[in-house]
Structures are given as C-alpha cells and as structure tokens.
C-alpha cells in the first residue's frame, strides 16, 4: 500500500485565486464557483517581440481579442465619423504572455493588464481573466490593483497557466478549482478542449 502526502503553497502551479488573497472579508476558494471556470474560453497571445515590462493597453487587448474572434478591424462609418469598432470581450479570456514558470525558472517580471485594459473586461461584464505569469499584477506589487479590479466586478483569476504550445484560438476551458475552506487561492488542473 502507498500513501502519500503532500505540503505546499496554494499559490504553487496552476491556481485560481480567491478573493479572499486581497481583502479578509472576501470569499474563499469554498466559493469559487465553478461555473466561471468552465465553459467558452478565448486563449490570445501577446506577440513575440512584448517583454516583461509590457503593459497590455485597453488597444492591445481588443486587437488580440478581435483577431482570435474574427472581428472587423477596419474603420466604419458611424453617424457620419470614421470610428474603429471594438470587439466585446468574451466572458472568459487566458492570455500567453511567454512569461511562465513552466520552463523552470521563476520570471523576474511580467506584462500584466494596464488599469484601462482591466477597467475595459470589467465593463464588458468579464468572468475569468488567466494567465501563463505568476500572477495577474506585477511580482513586487503590494496593492495588487488588477486582482481589486477584477475581484470587485464579481470576476475571478487563473494564474499560473502552461499555454506555450497553445494556439490562440476559441476552446472548451475545464478547469474547476479545489473547493478548500478558508483557502484564498486552490489548485488546478486546466485543461482545454477543441469546441466542435
């Protein structure tokens, strides 16, 4: 007979953060419904030349999310006024930034969302924002301001995520989290799955 055991971060490999990470009075992983961590997911890809010091702008993220979701990006006349129409963001979008722990080796830093770009999912009424990086905010950050953003629009956080050979792309995302009371974060085993 075998039994093992095990002791580590909840943070530790692929994770969905749970309120409770930011604020004592938020919820735990307990709560994590699961229903935001399964379902249609839009998986995108910072191009190749970002570097850890990128911010992803409100303009980087609606190309990303248009190109994957085939939106027009050409300019439209509106009321007489050339304007660029914006994609809506889907309800759960993983970003490929290059910069995970999958290869071994903890990054220094990492792009993250720009305030606008996290304010813009908020009010396109997003549910999972993920990502291949260590974490949604930068490695030394305190306030953690893009975890606030999202947490306080009823949105949740994959980190952690291996999406090197991921091609960007719309997929079936499975990947519920532990349920572990008073936990602020839990493991996960994300898997994703061509749509038919």
């Known amino acids: 007979m075998n039994i093992g055991a095990i002791t580590t971060s909840v943070h530790a490999g692929t994770h969905a953060d749970a309120p409770l ?32 010091s990128t911010e992803i702008s409100t303009d980087a993220l609606t190309a990303m999310i248009g190109k994957v979701m085939g939106a027009d990006d050409s300019l439209r006349e509106i009321g007489g006024e050339s304007s660029k129409v914006e994609p809506a963001a889907p309800s759960r979008v993983l970003c490929r930034t290059g910069y995970s722990v999958a290869n071994g080796a903890f990054p220094d830093a990492w792009p993250i969302l720009s305030a606008s770009a996290a304010a813009w999912l908020v009010s396109q009424g997003i549910l999972l924002w993920g990502t291949d990086a260590p974490s949604v905010d930068e490695r030394n950050s305190k306030a953690l301001p893009v975890h606030h ?48």
């Not at 735990?28 to 850890?52: K, M, Q, R, Y």
């Not at 306080?152 to 091609?167: D, I, K, Q, R």
């Open 149 to 196: 953003a999202l947490f306080a629009a009823s949105a949740f956080v994959l980190e952690n995520l291996s999406l090197g050979h991921v091609v960007p792309g719309v997929y079936e995302l499975l990947a519920q989290p532990i349920s572990i009371e008073g936990a602020d974060a839990a493991p996960v085993r994300a898997m994703l799955r061509a749509l038919p």
């Open 21 to 52: 990470h930011v604020e004592s009075s938020w919820s735990d992983s307990a709560c994590l419904p699961a229903t935001a961590f399964i379902g249609e997911v839009c998986v995108i890809a910072l191009p190749s030349g970002a570097n850890a």
